[in-house]
């Protein structure tokens, strides 16, 4: 889009310098000076920059003094001023609505009389993926002013200019009506994915089934004793007795069921296998991170490998029905568990994580696994230990987590009940994102035939653009 040689009549391929009083770069006063900052000059970072839209921008987060602007590289940057995030995210484009000063992160664009702000906006935001190319660094990209002076920009006469502007602000804002509403479409079916598991955990998504099968059933407490019964007689767990579970603070539970913790019906818990770089390698067997645990399934992405014995793959493979939960993360993600799928090649995990096995003929993988879902982040938020940045949880945590209990029947059809809804949730998701990418792909088409000049009808009246630009050189001159 940078150039374009089949311009409509009255266009020119116009340098950037010379449609711009000037491109202004930023500066950032030095935080030892309180006094630098907390004054009534706004100050811009790129995090403040809209990333989906050219907005005009009234404020800061912070201010600077004028103490602050004269000790340090900053300027004061004419209102109606375009500006453009240079470095590390670069391409997200605003128009400054009154006087400000931006941190090293931008270069500012003053705009002459033969260009219009928001054109030459939109022509920045249309050209993010130019921009980006053009950026060079090592620690960070970032495009240079040099660089920025050596690009051409498809100009036309200044009255065409404001009625493209004019028609992108249309379109667009049609466009932004069907965005917002399929996000809130979106935001809603995340909200009820949480009211499933939460019917589901509550007894009432299996209200009418317990109803029609009530004299079937057996209560959870005798699937209790024959758990721990099973346990007890297993030579290879060392039984240890469960604290009971104090239930007081805890919902009251339909009738039949039963609150234990994960721990009761457990078959073992291991933490994952560290091993140093030097045992990683491109043909090894594959291993599971804490980053392929997403939204309580397993993602086979950025599989690492390593060179274990036999011995070792037998000791930390992981088998369909396991479920994985991460140990150690960020305060939010620390918990997060995953069942491990039929089908998945073998595998083993890594040490942030800890296989959790279930007495699989009584507890439901998938059922426990849902549970994790909508109580883990609550429960291990408030259990974790905290450290410099990042939170962790053991297994003896995990094992004191309380779970309602219901017969191992009720708990299979709660899981068809809940796959059968988020199934459909999953459905209608796939078609918002469609939707969205659509939109965002109307998007670029609109800027795409505006900078081709096929978005208005030209106006043989117009001044030509190569006339106005002369003029203003004239004026400079």
């Known amino acids: 889009m940078e150039k374009n040689m089949n311009l409509p009549k009255g266009w020119i391929t116009a340098p950037l310098i010379t449609v711009c009083s000037e491109i202004i770069g930023g500066g950032t006063p030095s935080r030892e000076v309180p006094e630098y900052f907390s004054g009534d000059i706004l100050w811009l970072t790129p995090t403040e920059i809209p990333k989906d839209k050219v907005s005009l921008i009234h404020d800061s987060r912070e201010k600077i003094t004028q103490e602050g602007l004269r000790k340090s590289s900053a300027r004061l940057i004419p209102a109606g001023s375009v500006l453009l ?86 379109l667009f804002s049609d466009l932004d009506v069907g965005v917002s509403s399929l996000k809130k479409a979106k935001a809603e079916l995340a909200r009820f994915r949480q009211s499933v598991l939460s019917h589901a955990f509550s007894g ?15 209560p959870a407490t005798a699937l209790l004793e024959r758990i721990r019964a099973e346990r007890r007689k297993n030579p290879k767990t060392k039984y240890k007795d469960m604290s009971p579970t104090e239930a007081s603070d805890l919902p009251e539970l339909p009738e ?90 073998k595998c083993v995990y890594e040490s942030k994580n800890i296989r959790l096995r279930l007495q699989k003929e009584h507890a439901e993988t998938k059922y426990v696994s849902y549970w994790f879902q909508i109580n883990g982040q609550k429960y ?89 630009l002369e003029k203003i050189k004239k004026q400079r001159s």
């Not at 009154?98 to 939109?122: K, M, P, W």
């Not at 491109?282 to 950025?302: H, P």
Request: charge should be neutral; hydrophobic fraction near 35%; charged fraction near 25%.
């Open 380 to 468: 291990f938020n408030r259990n974790a230990q905290q450290t410099v940045g990042m939170a962790s949880i053991n297994q003896e945590q995990i094992g004191a987590m309380p779970i309602p209990l219901p017969s191992f029947q009720e708990q299979q059809i709660i899981v068809s009940e809940i796959d059968r809804r988020f199934s459909i949730i999953y459905s209608l998701e796939k078609t918002i994102d469609s939707s969205l990418l659509e939109a965002n792909r109307l998007r670029q088409s609109i800027l795409k035939r505006a900078f081709e000049g096929k978005l208005v009808p030209q106006d043989p009246r117009d001044e030509p653009a190569n006339i106005l």
């Open 204 to 218: 009432k998504l299996t209200a009418g089934w317990r109803k029609t099968h009530r004299n079937e059933l057996g």
């Open 85 to 170: 995030t240079s470095r590390a995210s670069i391409g997200y484009v605003a128009i400054s609505g009154r006087e400000v000063t931006t941190n090293q992160g931008f270069a500012s664009f003053v705009c002459s009389d033969s260009i219009h702000n928001f054109y030459l906006a939109y022509w920045l935001w249309a050209n993010k993926e130019l921009l980006e190319n053009k950026a060079t660094g090592t620690t960070f990209k970032e495009i240079s002013k040099s660089k920025l002076r050596e690009l051409s920009i498809p100009l036309p006469p200044l009255p065409e200019q404001r009625r493209i502007v004019s028609k992108i602000d249309e």
């Open 256 to 345: 039949g069921w039963e609150w234990t913790n994960v721990g009761e019906i457990a078959e073992s818990m291991k933490n994952g296998i560290y091993k140093a770089r030097e045992f990683y390698n491109d043909d090894g067997v594959a291993c599971l991170r804490m980053y392929n645990i997403e939204e309580g399934k397993i993602i086979w992405k950025n599989i690492k490998r390593m060179n274990l014995t036999k011995e070792e793959v037998e000791e930390y493979g992981l088998e369909p029905g396991d479920i994985l939960v991460n140990r150690v993360n960020s305060r939010e993600l620390v918990g997060k568990a995953a069942p491990i799928p039929l089908g998945l090649e």
